[in-house]
């Protein structure tokens, strides 16, 4: 096996840098691609100083799934991971990539997060959805057989959030397997500032609206399932208002963020169902575009 890794960054440069020491340690032998979009902090001039990079890609754009499908498009390998900028992976992280790719197309981990509580770490989740059992992974530690991510055409595009979910759907629907070995792990460490971000409610619902649509069609589940996470989303903000939190104003605007992001998604879902009726259901792949790079440093 030929393994190729997929590192995506942007403005994460010290991080960036313990990942790949990580990477060198664990996994001498991978090539690994850097996909650099675009970073501010001195990236660029750090990745091009080190000898265990293979190819450095520089974008233009900001969105993960672009930066996944430029990386596929340098890698080289047979069997291609990607892993997020922020982690290091351990030290039996090959073994489970290796033996996890001999049983499926797809193999994923848990993520290790040091916390100054102890440790916390994930576990695999499956549902079945329209009759359809979804095995979903770790956007950021998951490894592919190429093929399956060629019959995918790579992550959907339109998406600024929620790609790999919609990835783990389509993966279902072309028939692919995903493995879970938990010794395929990687770890990061607790921030001061908890590492907490502003969520984009109006993005988060596009995105789930979308690829519930474009997947499985207009269907009763698509509606219901869209709105129950709207539901529990809907208590759980009604409840920091209560905590004072957050003020009843700013519920009632996160409430339409929420419902017109789920309106354009599912309708722009139903649009790219129709542009590609495959099972692959992927309107924006890798294969629509060859101008992300704004330029590529190959050493190999």
């Not at 990477?23 to 001498?28: G, N, T, V, Y």
């Not at 291609?80 to 790719?101: P, Q």
């Not at 992550?155 to 279902?172: C, I, M, P, Q, V």
């Not at 995105?207 to 996470?229: I, Q, S, W």
Request: with cysteine.
């Amino acid at each position: 096996m030929d393994l190729s890794v997929v590192v995506p960054t942007l403005n994460g440069r010290d991080r960036l840098a313990a990942n790949l020491d990580a990477l060198a340690e664990a996994a001498p032998d991978a090539e690994v691609v850097v996909v650099n979009g675009p970073s501010a902090d001195g990236t660029t001039g750090m990745v091009r100083d080190r000898d265990d990079v293979g190819v450095l890609v520089e974008l233009s754009d900001r969105t993960l799934n672009v930066s996944r499908n430029a990386g596929i498009q340098a890698a080289s390998g047979d069997a291609i991971a990607f892993v997020r900028y922020d982690v290091a992976v351990e030290d039996r992280w090959l073994d489970g990539v290796t033996d996890g790719l001999e049983e499926a197309a797809v193999v994923t981990g848990p993520s290790h997060q040091t916390l100054r509580a102890g440790m916390t770490t994930e576990t695999l989740e499956r549902r079945t959805i329209c009759g359809r059992d979804v095995t979903y992974f770790n956007g950021g530690n998951v490894a592919f057989h190429r093929d399956a991510l060629d019959e995918l055409d790579g992550f959907d595009e339109y998406l600024k959030t929620g790609g790999a979910r919609d990835a783990a759907h389509r993966l279902a629907g072309a028939g692919y397997d995903v493995t879970w070995r938990p010794e395929m792990s990687v770890r990061t460490e607790y921030e001061a500032d908890g590492g907490v971000t502003e969520r984009d409610w109006g993005w988060k619902y596009r995105a789930l609206g979308y690829r519930l649509a474009k997947n499985y069609g207009f269907r009763p589940t698509v509606v219901r399932r869209t709105l129950r996470h709207a539901r529990t989303d809907a208590v759980s903000a009604a409840r920091d208002v209560v905590r004072g939190d957050t003020t009843p104003t700013g519920w009632l605007g996160t409430g339409r963020d929420v419902l017109a992001g789920m309106a354009t998604g599912i309708s722009d879902g139903l649009v790219a169902r129709a542009r590609d009726q495959s099972p692959t259901r992927n309107p924006h792949g890798r294969s629509k575009r060859a101008d992300r790079a704004v330029a590529t440093y190959d050493w190999r």
